[in-house]
């Protein structure tokens, strides 16, 4: 639990931060194989990272740390698998926004209080 605080506290602050904290402080590109369809492959080593690629990784960063922020403590583990922001509001948002017959239900029950 503490682990998963404090990473998105990082994360928030700065995504490479965190990333150095996993990873050390150098780049290593990965190797990539391609096949195509003749069946040879090609081993392609990708270049640098372009500053709009990093800004788009860094709002997605803040983004996919502060969703976790809003929930319970207790809920914080089931949600970790998302990698990234978009994939982890439509997780949450299937799990507590619930269906059109439970909105309608709320609706219902919030006439009737007020």
Not at 17 to 40: H, Q, R
Not at 83 to 91: E, G, I, R, Y
């Amino acid at each position: 639990m503490w682990r998963l605080q404090i990473e998105q506290y990082f994360q928030i602050q700065d995504y490479a931060l965190w990333d150095v904290i996993e990873n050390g402080n150098s780049f290593k590109p990965v190797a990539e194989t391609i096949t195509n369809d003749a069946g040879t492959s090609t081993t392609v080593i990708p270049g640098p990272v372009t500053t709009k690629e990093k800004a788009k990784k860094k709002i997605d960063v803040k983004a996919r740390s502060m969703l976790p922020m809003a929930l319970p403590n207790e809920h914080l583990i089931t949600f970790n698998q998302y990698k990234d922001a978009k994939t982890l509001f439509a997780a949450i948002e299937s799990r507590f926004g619930g269906n059109e017959a439970t909105k309608k239900n709320q609706k219902t029950l919030l006439k009737q209080l007020y």
